[in-house]
């Protein structure tokens, strides 16, 4: 059963300084509410309830998020502000909440190394709050993969084409097109060069994995940056036949980039929020 959804969220966020200097980035928000819930919901409208944490230094305002705040609640008791709280109240009565630390930075395959503890012997999903996926009135992308999982029992990436200058910033798969929206990936590289990517199809933050992979990342060498990479413990499953690469429906947004994020909450004021200043 797939049950658990793994939050990597030990980054520094230097994209954001000094707004993140004291503050972890997942907490930066998209109008009033921060990107790391947005993650979570679209986990827990997948049936992902039980959500797991790899923080670190710093973080703890996003275990903070996820809890009561007793003094406010009581002193808005009774008062129309309550209904600020109503949608965060429902995401923590809907699912639970388990934390670790990465000690050290040392890659995204380590920091899910690391949530070995939380995860035990099941698959999960991993969100990369970073990027922030809306279907709006319709299947969320973790609901999407979730359903894949169940017909492949495999480990599934999301996928979406991005301009080929582009690809230094993603991992890029290259696969054989099962249907217009999946691949069997045969190849992934993390962060190629144009020249060097074997097509434009790049890895959005949104994984579905098999708990192999945890091995497998045990012994996978540092490769790019000198970071344990996730794209390449995946590789390893890739030889195997075993990952399947998704192009799923709905819109993302990289929020880990100034020009995302602010592109992003611009998308949210007017889908959600505009209406309520008219
Ligand atoms: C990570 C992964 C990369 C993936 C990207 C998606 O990179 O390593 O393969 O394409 O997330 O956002 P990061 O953006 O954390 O450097």
Redesign the pocket.
């Known amino acids: 059963m797939l049950n658990k959804c793994l939050f990597p969220a030990a ?1 520094y966020g230097t994209r954001f300084l000094p707004a993140t200097k004291s503050m972890p980035k997942e907490m930066l928000p998209l109008v009033d509410k921060p990107l790391i819930q947005y993650g979570v919901e679209e986990a827990i409208e997948a049936g992902l309830t039980e959500i797991a944490m790899v923080t670190g230094r710093g973080k703890r305002a996003i275990e903070d998020h996820f809890d009561h705040n007793y003094e406010l609640e009581h002193q808005i008791k009774g008062t129309s502000k309550m209904d600020f709280l109503e949608e965060i109240h429902g995401v923590m009565d809907q699912a639970t909440f388990s934390y670790t630390r990465q000690l050290q930075m040392k ?2 395959g380590h920091a899910i190394l690391t949530a070995e503890t939380l995860i035990g012997d099941e698959p999960f999903a991993v969100v ?1 709050a ?2 922030l996926c809306l279907n709006e009135g319709d299947d969320g992308v973790l609901s999407q993969m979730k359903t894949l999982y169940e017909q492949f029992r495999c480990s599934i990436v999301a996928i979406e084409e991005v301009p080929k200058e582009e690809t230094y ?4 798969i290259d696969g054989n097109p099962l249907r217009d929206d999946l691949y069997q990936v045969n190849k992934m590289v ?2 190629p060069a144009p020249e060097d990517a074997p097509s434009n199809l ?4 949104r994984y579905i994995l098999t708990p192999d992979i945890f091995d497998i990342i045990r012994n996978t060498e540092p490769g790019k940056g000198g970071e344990i ?3 390449d413990a995946l590789m390893a499953q890739a030889k195997k036949g075993c990952v399947m690469a998704y192009k799923f429906k709905g819109k993302r947004f ?1 929020c ?1 980039s100034v020009p995302g994020f602010i592109e992003a909450t611009n998308y949210c004021f007017d889908k959600f929020h505009k209406h309520k200043y008219e």
């Open positions: 980054g890659g995204l990369l970073d990027d910033k993603y991992g890029v993390e962060k790049a890895i959005i933050g990479q996730l794209t990289d880990g």
